[in-house]
């Protein structure tokens, strides 16, 4: 019997999405002229230029968007059109949603409380059907209904700008993470989100910058759990029962099953753990066995679309007689993917080819006619999906799991995946560079695009992966979704680099410092641009070089903005706003100088006492931006001499006139191990110094006090080469060192036991000349006082 079929749409002008045509009416397959986009970014006002690089300045004015809130039907037909559309192909029966009851009330009643619920399960276990079933419940809980969202290769801040494009209306305009917050603050819906892909800290950060929304949401049991400290609640999703799975079978292939079946149907339920995917797919292999068991009667229409035909006998696989056809084995039921891809049709089987060369990722099906050849192609993937081959992931459709793992051996080998993948790339270069085609529909097919990328790359072809990356990436940029922006770049980066191309690996250095500007990245955003305007230097790009100029000007005065608020950040109190008046946060300290934002928060007791006047105050201060950062700058380069001159001055008489072990000063190299060695017993001083009397002869007496250069005191030289410390202080020389002049016998000395006493700051003008009361005894060998 041949399969029930859905109607299909008219196959020329291929319908795409949007209801736009892929080829446009008077397409020559010419050149065509590169799409110029603005988009406010932030601060920022971005021109995305496919040629030279995208420009970034800041957002004037009259260019800033004012987000609209949506309505609730519009936000409900946003939320339609970001899910995939059922494909033309045969009829899929609707299944029902067996055993699920008591995890169906319990995530309700969790909702209704406000508290967010995370569901985990292996994957065909039936999470999104279960997630349909309780958004439908949960509709009229929350004041903003239900907003669904997937998290398919998307991170927090792709999950955020989502979120913000699904609940306002404000084409070409994605706001920065403060602007962000503070509209989705009140925001409160029940945000479904299937299919994400982290936990932990950043699962904390989205769950945090919308706290009047509840979290349904699904994941795999290999993603990261939320953080120990997380409210959310968790629900395990387990595999079905014996009954059930027998039952779920037989409203796929829509008759019961006998005794054989059900017995065969009972060994697959032990080995399954009973996923309902893997009884869809043998639910497909029961309707298969169904049609070759019976075969079409003549002059019955063969549907040649669904199940293949032998061309040579003109029937179904050589159909053999009824109750001939065995049931598969149970390692063909445990992998079936190879057998239902055998039994579908040649167009179905180049379109697996297409989807297990890209990564699992399936075409869209306007786009199946020009890759597989065939005008009736746009069926193909309703032929895959009815037989549980593909599933439906965000916007489109995917291998389900484990199915490409199946095919990569029996249906294609690793030629035929680059073929397909280099034809995937021109096609995908072609249209994605097409004026006709809008970037909101190129990013809708962003995941099959990169797909394409990367498969070039690694199949060793990069100058494809480099041409499509260059006309996807502007694509993305202005479409809004920079996280598939940023793997275009990254991907053609590399490529550029392994296959040579010096200037599109500047573009892509380029493009990537701009979108780390846009986002914060400054320090990121300044070595991209410094690497794409070397590269553009060296190949004489004097235009390329200019834009990267100008972008690196930019970066290096935001930087030099923030830099200059840091001081205002920390708590300094701004002139003219009275004592005490201090920034209220740092995000706000750290906004950029040249923009229209409102004055900075002040908060203070005399500002609440004054009022107005105080805050008319403040917008003074922040009037001129460029004047405040010189006075900024040149108050930091003052303090900065000042406590350099402070921390010279009182380090110097602490640290470098000690006595320091194995260094000998200058004035000290030739100094005798005593001050009173080889003088007269009446010019002799207990404490080291010398002392003339009056009437002694002027030799003795010439030394003249020496102002020190670096502690500030006085030494005294005398005329005999030697030099006097300061009172209260003891010179020390290395042992072996002479310690008369040039002419003295060359003896070691031992070197003090006692340490070193700190000479006074303020030693007297003139050395003391007070006779010393007992004469001390000297050495008979060196001379000096025996101590």
């Known amino acids: ?351 697996l080819d297409f989807a297990v060369a890209l990564d699992g990722e399936c075409p869209h099906p306007s786009h199946l006619p020009a890759l597989v050849g065939d005008t009736h192609g746009d069926a193909a993937l309703g032929e895959i999906a009815a037989c549980g081959l593909a599933v439906p992931v965000a916007a489109h459709y995917r291998l389900a799991a484990g199915v490409r793992q199946q095919l990569s051996v029996g249906l294609s080998t690793a030629t035929e995946d680059t073929v397909h993948a280099l034809a995937a790339a021109q096609h995908y270069t072609w249209w994605a560079g097409h004026p006709s085609v809008s970037p909101e529909r190129a990013a809708g097919e962003a995941e099959a695009i990169l797909a394409s990328m990367a498969a070039c790359r690694d199949a060793g072809h990069p100058s494809n992966a480099v041409l499509l990356a260059r006309t996807a990436a502007p694509a993305f940029a202005a479409g809004l979704h920079w996280s598939a922006w940023e793997r275009a770049l990254r991907i053609g980066q590399e490529s550029a680099r392994l296959a040579g191309e010096v200037a599109e690996e500047a573009y892509f250095h380029h493009e990537l410092g701009v979108l780390a500007l846009c986002t914060g990245n400054l320090d990121r955003a300044r070595a991209e641009l410094e690497a794409s305007i070397a590269l553009r230097g060296a190949l004489a790009d004097r235009q390329g070089t200019l834009v990267g100029r100008r972008t690196l000007a930019l970066v290096n005065d935001r930087a030099s903005g923030t830099a200059a608020l840091a001081p205002v950040a920390a708590g300094l109190e701004i002139p003219g706003a009275g004592p005490g008046a201090h920034v209220a946060s740092t995000a706000s300290a750290t906004a950029p100088l040249d923009t229209y934002d409102p004055p900075v928060t002040v908060i203070s007791k005399r500002l609440a006492a004054a009022g107005p006047p105080a805050r008319r105050t403040v917008r003074a201060a922040l009037a001129n931006p460029r004047r405040n950062l010189l006075a900024a700058g040149a108050a930091a380069a003052l303090a900065a001499v000042i406590g350099t001159v402070v921390t010279l001055g009182s380090s110097a008489g602490g640290s470098e006139n000690r006595n320091v072990p194995n260094n000998v000063k200058p004035v000290e190299s030739a100094q005798p191990d005593d001050q009173n060695a080889g003088l007269p017993a009446d010019q002799q001083s207990t404490d080291g110094t010398t002392s003339t009397k009056p009437g002694a002869s002027p030799a003795a007496s010439s030394a003249q006090p020496t102002q020190s250069a670096t502690t500030g005191g006085t030494m005294a030289v005398p005329s005999n080469g030697s030099t006097s410390s300061t009172p209260g202080q003891k010179p020390t020389t290395k042992p072996g060192t002479p310690t008369g002049g040039a002419s003295s016998p060359s003896h070691p000395t031992t070197p003090p036991t006692t340490p070193p006493t700190i000479p006074p700051t303020t030693p007297p003008t003139t050395p003391p000349t007070t006779p010393p009361t007992t004469t001390p005894t000297t050495d008979p060998v060196t001379g000096g006082t025996g101590q």
């Open 1 to 351: 019997m041949a399969l029930a079929r859905i109607s299909r749409p008219q196959r020329e002008p291929a319908p795409a999405f949007g209801g736009e045509t892929l080829w446009p009416e008077g397409d020559t397959g010419g050149p065509t002229r590169a799409r110029v986009v603005q988009v406010v970014a932030g601060d920022f006002l971005l021109t995305v230029n496919p040629v030279d690089g995208s420009e970034v300045a800041q957002c004037p004015p009259e260019e800033r968007r004012q987000p609209v809130p949506r309505s609730a039907q519009d936000r409900q037909r946003q939320a339609e059109a970001r899910r995939p559309q059922l494909p033309p192909g045969p009829r899929v029966p609707e299944l029902p949603l067996l055993e699920r009851d008591e995890e169906r009330e319990r995530l309700i009643r969790l909702l209704a409380r406000g508290r967010s619920v995370r569901v985990t399960g292996p994957s065909g276990a039936g999470r999104s059907s279960l997630l349909d079933v309780v958004a439908e419940a949960c509709a009229d809980l929350a004041p903003d209904g239900i907003l669904r969202l997937s998290g398919y290769r998307r991170t927090a801040a792709d999950l955020l700008q989502d979120l913000f494009s699904l609940v306002y209306e404000a084409d070409g305009y994605r706001p920065d993470r403060p602007r962000l917050l503070e509209l989705l603050s009140d925001v409160g819906a029940i945000v479904v989100l299937d299919d994400l892909e982290f936990g932990g800290a950043a699962l904390e950060e989205l769950l945090n910058a919308v706290p009047e929304c509840a979290f349904l949401i699904t994941a795999t049991p290999d993603v990261a759990a939320p953080a120990s400290d997380s409210l959310i609640e968790e629900v395990f999703l387990p595999g079905l029962t014996r009954v059930a799975c027998l039952e779920l079978l037989e409203h796929v292939v829509e008759r019961p099953l006998d005794e054989e079946e059900a017995a065969w149907a009972a060994d697959l339920w032990f080995e399954s753990e009973g996923l309902p995917l893997r009884f869809f797919q043998a639910g497909a292999l029961l309707r298969q066995r169904d049609v070759l068991r019976n075969p079409v009667e003549p002059g019955q229409e063969w549907d040649d679309s669904v199940w293949t035909s032998d061309p040579d006998s003109g029937g179904p696989f050589d159909a053999e007689p009824a109750g001939r056809v065995p049931l598969p084995s149970l390692a063909e039921s445990a992998a079936p993917a190879e057998l239902l891809a055998s039994r579908l049709s040649e167009a179905a089987q180049l379109a």
